[in-house]
C-alpha cells in the first residue's frame, strides 16, 4: 500500500509553484514552524525533517472559494533514511500552480541532513505558462529537549520566466519545557521581505487533543489550531489571520504508519 | 482506754477509706457529668462563637483550651489592638496546637462593630490658564455598622466654583444569606466580560499577559471612585438562592454630555470637568435590568438584561436614545483548559468576546477573540480592546508565560485588531498591531526587568490630509530593583522611537530616573528624580498619595522630580503628603496633602 502510493506519487503530474504557503493545517497553526508537530509535511518547509505517516491537508486561501489549496505529503523512513514525497496544488480557474516534491534525508547520530527536489509548475490562462526545478536543503540537529533546524529553499537559485524564485531561509529552534509543552522559535527570511519572527506553543491537554498557536511577526499573523488524535490517524483543524483578508481557515488529515 | 483509742484510731481510718472510696465513686460520677456537660458546653459555643475581643475573663474561661495565661494575654492585647485573625492570637503568644483547636469556637466581629474610614485630600497647583480656584478637594468616608456601610464621597475639580461639584453616596447592606448585598445610592455594575457594564479604569493589556485580559468581576460594589462618571444611581441588590444569582438594578442619574444646535448628544463628557455649569448634567439617563448568574464549582452561566433610556437624541443616528441590551456570559474551568466569553446583542449589532486558556505552570496561553460591532453603545462597557472606545474592533490577543527557570519568568503577547469599518475621522477602514515582551529576573535583594513593546498602528495624523498613516512605537525599558536594609532602590531606563513610515520621520527619546523608598515603622518617604530628552511621550507611573493613579506625560528636555511622605500615627491616622515639580516647564509645583484615618 505504502509503495503504491509512493510509486503513485512519483507518477502523477508534478505540477506546483513557489508561494511561500503553508502546507498543512499544522503550519497554518504555527506559522509555518515545523519542529514543534512534526508531519510528513514538514519535509516541505525543512527536507531534514522526517515523519513516517500520510497527511492531506485542505484550505480556501483567505476564506476565498476560489482560490483553493490542496496539498498531499507521504514520508516513510527505512533505517536512517527518510523518503518523502508531496504535492500542492493551487487551482483557480484562471490561474494554477503546483509545487511536487522528492526529499530524501539521512539521520546519524543527532544530526538529520535532507535535500528535496522540486518541480513548480504555474498556468496563467491566455498569459503564461512555465515550470521550473528547485533543489531545496535543509539540517537538523536533536539534542535532548531542544531540536534546531535550519532550512534554504531554492539553493539552486532557479529561474521562472527569465525571474529568480524567491530564497527561503528557516531557522527554528524547539524546546520542551514539560512533556505536555513545547515552544518553538523560529526566523525566516524570504528574498525581497524583512525577517519574520515566529514563536509557537503547543499543549498536550489530553492523548486525544493538542492545541497549537503561534504569533508571526512582520507580517502579523497569529495561529491557532487543534488536533484531534484517534490512534494512528489525527485530524487538525486550524486558522490564521491575516489583517487586511480573512482568516485562513485549514483542514488535515493525518495517518501515521 | 486503749482498746477505746484503737477502736477510735481504727475508725477514724475507716472513715477516712470510706470518705476517700465516696470522694472516688463522686468523682467518677462527676467526670461522667461534666463530660456530657462539656460536650453540650461546647457544642452551645459552637453554635454562637464566644468574641475573642469582647468577652469578658469568665466567658473566656469557658473555652477549654484556653489557660488563664492565655486568657491574661487575650485581655492585655485587647486594650490597644483588636484581635482580627487567628495570626493575632499567633502574635499574642498562644500556640499554634491551642490555635487549632479554637478556630470553631470564637469569632472576631464584635456585636456592634464601627468602623470609619475617612480620607480627605486636596491638591494644589499653578495651572497655566487663569481659573477661579485653583484648589482640587477630594473627600470620603465611610461607616461600617456591622452589615451596614454608609459612604459619601465628594470631589471638586481645580476651576470648579462649588465645593461639592460632585458627589456620590450609597448605603450597602451585606450579608452571607439570600440578601448577599443591597445598595442604595450610587453604585458600579461590572458582569461577564464587561461588554455591558465594567470598571471603566481596569486594564486590558499588562505584563501579566496570561492572567490581565481576563476579567473576574465582582458584580456590585458601591461606587467609590473620584472618578465623576460612569456611575450607577438608584438600588440593585445580589441575591443568592443556592446555586443562583440575582443582580436586579435600577439607576436614574445625570451625566454630563456635549449637545449640539438640536440638543443631540455629541458625546459625553468623560473628563469630569464642569468648567460651564450649563453643560452639568444635563442629560438623564434611566438603566433598569437583572442580571442573572448560575455558578458551580468550576463554570458559571450569566444572562443579562438591561434596558436604556437616554432623555436627549443622538447626533450619531445609527445610535438609538432608547435601547435594551442582552449579553450571556459564561466561565467553564475544567482541568488546566479554562474556557470564558460573554457575547451582547443591542440595537441590533453584537458584541462578543471568547477566550481560553491552556498550558502548565512552565508555559501558559491565553487566546482571546473579540468582535464589537460598529456602534456598539459603549458607555458602561469596558470588555478587552485595544483602546478604550471598543466599537468596531475585530482583534485576536495571544498571550504566553513562559518561566524557563526558577525565579525567572517571561510574559509576552501579541494583539492585532483591526477596525473593519470607518471610525471618528478615518475614512477608510484601519488595522493595528502590539507585540509586548517582559523579561523578569528575581535574585535575593536585585530584580530586574526588561521590556521591549512595539506597537504598530494605522491612523490619521491630521484632519488636513485624506491619508491613513501607519505609525509605529517601540519601548524599550530596563528596570533594576534593589533591596538594601529598609531601602528600596529602583533604576529606570527607558528609550521610545517614533517611526511615520509615509513620511518616513523618525523621532526618538530617553528617559532615566532614580527613585528610592525608605520605609521604617509608622514612616514611608520616596522620592524620584526623572531626567528626560525627548522628541516623543514618555508614559511614566509614579507613587502618589493612596487613591490617586497618576500617569505623569513628559516630553521635551527637562527633569521631574517628587517625593512622598506617608506617616501614621497611632495607627488611626496616616499623613499623606507629596509635592512634585517639572523643572524646565511653566507647570509649576504640584502639592497634594491627604489625611486618612481609620477607627
Known amino acids: ?200 506553543g503547543r499543549y498536550d491537554v489530553h492523548k486525544v487533543l493538542t492545541i497549537l498557536s503561534s504569533y508571526q511577526y512582520k507580517p502579523d499573523r497569529i495561529g491557532v489550531g487543534a488536533i484531534f488524535n484517534l490512534k494512528d490517524f489525527s485530524l487538525c483543524y486550524s486558522v490564521r489571520t491575516h489583517q487586511y483578508l480573512s482568516l485562513n481557515h485549514y483542514i488535515s488529515l493525518n495517518y501515521a504508519f | 482506754m486503749r482498746s477505746k483509742l484503737v477502736l477510735i484510731l481504727f475508725l477514724f481510718i475507716a472513715i477516712l477509706f470510706a470518705e476517700d472510696s465516696e470522694e472516688k465513686l463522686f468523682s467518677f460520677e462527676d467526670e461522667t457529668y461534666h463530660s456530657t456537660e462539656l460536650s453540650d458546653l461546647l457544642q452551645n459555643i459552637k453554635r454562637k462563637p464566644i468574641n475573642i475581643n469582647y468577652a469578658d475573663e469568665n466567658k473566656l474561661a469557658l473555652i477549654p483550651w484556653l489557660s488563664e495565661k492565655d486568657i491574661k494575654k487575650i485581655i492585655s492585647y485587647r486594650i490597644t489592638d483588636k484581635i482580627t485573625n487567628l495570626e493575632d492570637l499567633y502574635k499574642i503568644g498562644i500556640d499554634a496546637v491551642t490555635i487549632n483547636e479554637l478556630e470553631d469556637y470564637i469569632t472576631f466581629s464584635s456585636t456592634f462593630d464601627l468602623k470609619l474610614k475617612q480620607t480627605s485630600r486636596v491638591e494644589l497647583h499653578q495651572p497655566k490658564q487663569y481659573l477661579p480656584s485653583t484648589l482640587k478637594y477630594f473627600q470620603k468616608t465611610i461607616f461600617n455598622i456591622n452589615n451596614f456601610k454608609f459612604g459619601f464621597i465628594s470631589q471638586k475639580d481645580e476651576g470648579e466654583k462649588n465645593l461639592i461639584d460632585y458627589y456620590s453616596y450609597f448605603v450597602e447592606y451585606s450579608n452571607k444569606n439570600i440578601l448577599r448585598k443591597l445598595i442604595i445610592g450610587k453604585y458600579r455594575l461590572a458582569l461577564g466580560q464587561g461588554i455591558l457594564f465594567a470598571p471603566k479604569l481596569g486594564m486590558s493589556k499588562s505584563g501579566a499577559a496570561t492572567s490581565v485580559p481576563v476579567k473576574k468581576f465582582n458584580p456590585l460594589k458601591p461606587y467609590t471612585s473620584s472618578y465623576e462618571i460612569w456611575e450607577m444611581e438608584g438600588a440593585a441588590t445580589n441575591i443568592k438562592l443556592s446555586i443562583f444569582n440575582f443582580v436586579p438594578y435600577y439607576s436614574n442619574t445625570a451625566i454630563s454630555a456635549n449637545l449640539d444646535t438640536l440638543k443631540c448628544i455629541t458625546s459625553f463628557n468623560e473628563s469630569g470637568l464642569h468648567l460651564d455649569e450649563n453643560k452639568k448634567n444635563n442629560v438623564n439617563e434611566m438603566i433598569y435590568g437583572l442580571a442573572t448568574k448560575y455558578t458551580l464549582q468550576d463554570h458559571s452561566f450569566g444572562l443579562n438584561f438591561a434596558k436604556i433610556n437616554f432623555n436627549h437624541n443622538f447626533t450619531n443616528h445609527a445610535r438609538k436614545s432608547e435601547y435594551s441590551a442582552i449579553s450571556a456570559d459564561f466561565i467553564i474551568n475544567r482541568n488546566s483548559f479554562p474556557t470564558f466569553g460573554e457575547i451582547a446583542y443591542t440595537q441590533e449589532k453584537t458584541a462578543g468576546v471568547i477566550g481560553c486558556k491552556f498550558g502548565e505552570n512552565e508555559l501558559r496561553h491565553l487566546l482571546l477573540l473579540r468582535y464589537y460591532q460598529k456602534d ?100 524599550f525599558r530596563a528596570d533594576w530593583w534593589q533591596d538594601i536594609n529598609n531601602f528600596r532602590f529602583k533604576t529606570r531606563c527607558e528609550l521610545v522611537t517614533e517611526y511615520l513610515a509615509n513620511d518616513d520621520i523618525h523621532k526618538n527619546g530617553i528617559l532615566a530616573y532614580e527613585e528610592i523608598k525608605w520605609k521604617i515603622n509608622k514612616l514611608t518617604l520616596i522620592g524620584q528624580v526623572t531626567v528626560y530628552h525627548s522628541d516623543v511621550l514618555h508614559y511614566m507611573y509614579e507613587h502618589n498619595v493612596d487613591g490617586i493613579m497618576q500617569n505623569s506625560i513628559l516630553k521635551g528636555d527637562g527633569a521631574y522630580s517628587y517625593f512622598v511622605l506617608k506617616y501614621n500615627i497611632l495607627k488611626k491616622i496616616e499623613i499623606q503628603f507629596k509635592v512634585s515639580d517639572h523643572w524646565n516647564t511653566k507647570d509649576k509645583m504640584r502639592l497634594y496633602l491627604q489625611i486618612v484615618s481609620s477607627f
Open chain 2, 376 to 475: 456598539f453603545p459603549t458607555w458602561h462597557g469596558n470588555p478587552f480592546s485595544s483602546q478604550s472606545r471598543f466599537d468596531n474592533e475585530v482583534g485576536l490577543y495571544y498571550g504566553m508565560t513562559i518561566i524557563p527557570f526558577e525565579r525567572t519568568k517571561i510574559n509576552c503577547y501579541f494583539d492585532i485588531w483591526s477596525f473593519p469599518e470607518t471610525r471618528y475621522f478615518e475614512k477608510m477602514p484601519t488595522v493595528g498591531n502590539e507585540q509586548f515582551i517582559q523579561l523578569e529576573r528575581k535574585f535575593n535583594t536585585n530584580s530586574l526587568r526588561f521590556i521591549i513593546q512595539h506597537k504598530d498602528k494605522e491612523k490619521y495624523i491630521s484632519l488636513d490630509e485624506a491619508k491613513i498613516r501607519d505609525f509605529e512605537r517601540t519601548t
Open chain 1, 1 to 200: 500500500m505504502k509503495l503504491f502510493i509512493i510509486i503513485l506519487m512519483l507518477c502523477t503530474t508534478l505540477s506546483a509553484i513557489d508561494l511561500n504557503l503553508p502546507s498543512s493545517a499544522i503550519q497554518n497553526a504555527t506559522s509555518g514552524l515545523v519542529l514543534i508537530l512534526p508531519s510528513p509535511s514538514a519535509a516541505k518547509s525543512n527536507p531534514a525533517c522526517s515523519f513516517t505517516g500520510i497527511e492531506t491537508s485542505a484550505t480556501y486561501l483567505f476564506s476565498m472559494e476560489d482560490l483553493p489549496l490542496y496539498n498531499f505529503h507521504v514520508q516513510y523512513k527505512y533505517h536512517d533514511f527518510g523518503f518523502h514525497v508531496g504535492s500542492s496544488f493551487l487551482a483557480h480557474p484562471l490561474y494554477k500552480e503546483s509545487n511536487s516534491m522528492f526529499t530524501l534525508n539521512y539521520n546519524y547520530n543527532e544530526f538529520t541532513l535532507g535535500s528535496s527536489i522540486r518541480y513548480l509548475y504555474n498556468k496563467v490562462e491566455e498569459y503564461h505558462e512555465d515550470s521550473a526545478l528547485l533543489v531545496d536543503m535543509g539540517l537538523l540537529w536533536e539534542n535532548g529537549n531542544i531540536s534546531t533546524g535550519l532550512s534554504v529553499r531554492n539553493v539552486t537559485h532557479s529561474l521562472f520566466l527569465e525571474e529568480q524564485l524567491p530564497i527561503v531561509y528557516l531557522w527554528e529552534s524547539c524546546f520542551s519545557i514539560t512533556q505536555k509543552s513545547k515552544l518553538s522559535i523560529g526566523l525566516e527570511k524570504e528574498t525581497n521581505f524583512d525577517f519574520a519572527f515566529k514563536i509557537a
